[in-house]
């Protein structure tokens, strides 16, 4: 069957430090997605793409960064990280023509 | 751009009561609509979607919603809720297109009580 994958699933690490947050998708989708989990905020988006080499900024892409070089990954990347970007992170899909997001089971981050 | 507003952060509620999320949206063209349930400690997983037809959508575990342009809506609703239904439920909202990014709200816990 079909999926999305996250890795870590699970992650502390300290204020300054290079983190990156892997997302693999199985779907053969072109969209893929990065959001951030806060309470009160629901779901955030980071970056999106809509195929190989091509990223764009979402809402809150200040301090992230993500590259696309094959169909079924986009990793995540925090260059320095800062406790403000302690939250769960999700990744998610999309085809061509499909509206809805299949997403994946999140990265719980901690930055102490 | 498109918004949406989960006015209720949380909802208590008896087992085998009814129940009714609400969800409101605002954006100046057709929008599609959808409810995506998160159970804890896991992803988001989608319950029912609005794209077009009929206003009444029917999703999984017997949840419905019904799409009012009017009033700018869509509430989600299940006539008798089990304890497994307590999770958080988000509201999302698209404007369509080749790849549509999704605008959340915030969300509404819904806590199922014996």
């Known amino acids: 069957d079909a999926e999305i994958t996250q890795s870590p699933r699970h992650k502390i690490i300290e204020t300054g430090r290079q983190v990156t947050l892997a997302c693999h998708q199985t779907?053969?989708?072109?969209?893929m997605f990065w959001y951030r989990q806060d309470l009160g905020h629901g779901l955030r988006l980071i970056h999106y793409?809509?195929?190989?080499?091509?990223?764009n900024k979402g809402e809150v892409s200040d301090g992230y960064s993500v590259s696309r070089s094959n169909t079924e990954d986009l990793p995540l990347t925090l260059e320095s990280a800062a406790s403000s970007q302690t939250s769960v992170y999700f990744c998610?899909?999309?085809?061509?023509?499909?509206?809805?997001?299949?997403f994946g089971p999140g990265t719980r981050l901690t930055v102490t | 751009a498109q918004s949406v507003t989960q006015l209720d952060s949380q909802v208590p509620v008896f087992e085998e009561a009814p129940v009714e999320l609400r969800c409101n949206y605002s954006s100046s063209v057709s929008v599609y609509l959808f409810w995506y349930v998160q159970y804890p400690n896991q992803g988001l997983q989608l319950l029912l979607k609005?794209?077009?037809?009929?206003?009444l959508v029917k999703g999984i575990n017997g949840f419905e919603a019904e799409f009012n342009k009017s009033q700018t809506s869509f509430h989600l609703r299940k006539p008798s809720v089990h304890i497994s239904d307590t999770a958080e439920y988000f509201c999302?909202?698209?404007?369509?297109?080749?790849?549509?990014?999704?605008?959340f709200g915030t969300g509404t816990r819904l806590q199922v009580t014996l």
């Open positions: 609005y794209l077009s037809g009929s206003t």
């Open positions: 779907w053969n989708h072109n969209n």
């Open positions: 999302a909202v698209t404007l369509g297109g080749t790849a549509s990014k999704l605008t």
């Open positions: 793409s809509y195929g190989v080499h091509d990223t």
């Open positions: 998610a899909s999309t085809g061509t023509g499909i509206y809805e997001q299949y």
